[in-house]
């Protein structure tokens, strides 16, 4: 059990629309990532927040933003949808500086489909 | 310009015998590994990583091997088990931890144990 949290499971929106999904990540990471998983193809870096701040961003336009709370919960808001951002976003959660190697713990993920 | 690939996007293997997922990757870069099994429905589960500066890890039936000088990661499961029957992902980072730290992935291998 991870403890990541995205809400919500499924959602349908319609070209040219914005929407804001959501991950609670696991209890004491700092570190928030959020990942775009097309159909047939394995994740997709987006961004990356840490202590609030964004901190690394993949090759996503700018129309992709997020935000990051000082409980380290997230969101990822998406502006002016396309019918390519079909896809399930998924959030992980990682305490880098740890000890050990800080593999990334991952929500179940959000379907988002554009009609 | 996939930078970790995994050229096998299915595998079907007898309960009780070998699996072998293979990865290869490009970038001189990547420092650390990570192999995740995804059920449908479900957000990647992480499985197991290795640094670098080894070139085996072991965690009960999984092992995974790294030749660095071929840049090829192998995941092998012993015995399989229905239940290891998943998409498995092999991912890679430039570092283990810190404050950036981003995942690149291979699509997936979609691994099948048949009773």
């Given amino acids: 059990e991870t403890g990541v949290t995205q809400s919500p499971t499924h959602l349908i929106k319609t070209r040219g629309q914005q929407v804001t999904l959501r991950c609670s990540s696991q209890s004491g990471h700092n570190t928030v990532s959020w990942y775009q998983q097309a159909l047939g193809q394995g994740p997709q870096f987006i961004f990356q927040y840490y202590r609030e701040e964004e901190n690394g961003r993949g090759n996503f336009p700018p129309r992709f933003s997020g935000l990051q709370f000082p409980n380290y919960s997230s969101e990822l808001n998406v502006n002016a949808l396309e019918l390519d951002d079909s896809a399930l976003y998924l959030c992980a959660s990682s305490f880098p500086g740890g000890a050990d190697l800080t593999e990334a713990f991952f929500g179940q993920g959000t379907r988002l489909t554009v009609v | ?115």
Wanted: aromatic share 12%.
């Fill in chain 2, 1 to 115: 310009d996939q930078q970790v690939k995994q050229n096998s996007p299915s595998l079907s293997v007898q309960e009780g015998r070998i699996s072998i997922l293979n990865c290869d990757y490009t970038n001189s870069m990547f420092d650390y590994f990570l192999w995740y099994k995804k059920y449908p429905a479900e957000g990647p589960t992480f499985l197991i990583s290795i640094s670098s500066i080894k070139d085996k890890n072991e965690d009960g039936r999984f092992t995974v091997f790294l030749n660095k000088s071929a840049k090829h990661l192998s995941l092998h499961i012993v015995p399989s088990q229905p239940g290891d029957s998943a998409v498995y992902f092999c991912a890679a980072s430039p570092n283990s931890g810190g404050s950036n730290y981003k995942l690149t992935f291979g699509k997936g291998t979609l691994l099948t144990v048949n009773p």
